[in-house]
């Protein structure tokens, strides 16, 4: 069982940077897919980026590959989202997810058995 928790989110002005964290504890830990989905009002939640533990391999959301960098930090049991140039549509609430290793790096929100409750990014015009 892998434990969650998000944070870093906040209201800030189109352009601006942020850096979302997610703690992560558990047994094997090293050996989950983590990820970042978004869920907008209104929106079904979509996938951001996903990276192997290990940080071998790592995955985006087409629109978002140039702005937001996913990394992680083994010794701090803790994976990050930064984001820049952020724009009023990324506003949503960012959840950071977990999942068993598999042949592919999961991208469906079905796929991640584990979730942190989620950090709120508003992004103002």
């Known amino acids: 069982q892998v434990q969650l928790l998000e944070s870093g989110g906040g209201l800030v002005q189109a352009g601006a940077s942020l850096r979302l964290s997610c703690a992560a504890s558990g047994r094997t830990l090293d050996y989950y897919h983590m990820a970042w989905f978004r869920q907008a009002p209104g929106k079904e939640r979509e996938f951001v980026a996903a990276?192997?533990?290990?940080?071998?391999?790592?995955i985006y959301a087409g629109s978002e590959k140039d702005r937001f960098t996913i990394s992680r930090d083994a010794a701090k049991n803790t994976v990050y989202l930064q984001m820049h140039s952020l724009k009023p549509e990324d506003t949503a609430v960012y959840y950071c997810?977990?999942?068993?290793?598999?042949?592919?790096?999961?991208?469906?929100?079905?796929?991640?058995?584990?979730w942190g409750r989620g950090t709120q990014v508003t992004v103002s015009s």
């Open positions: 990276i192997v533990w290990s940080g071998e391999s790592t």
């Open positions: 997810s977990a999942a068993s290793p598999a042949a592919q790096i999961p991208t469906r929100p079905q796929e991640y058995p584990y």
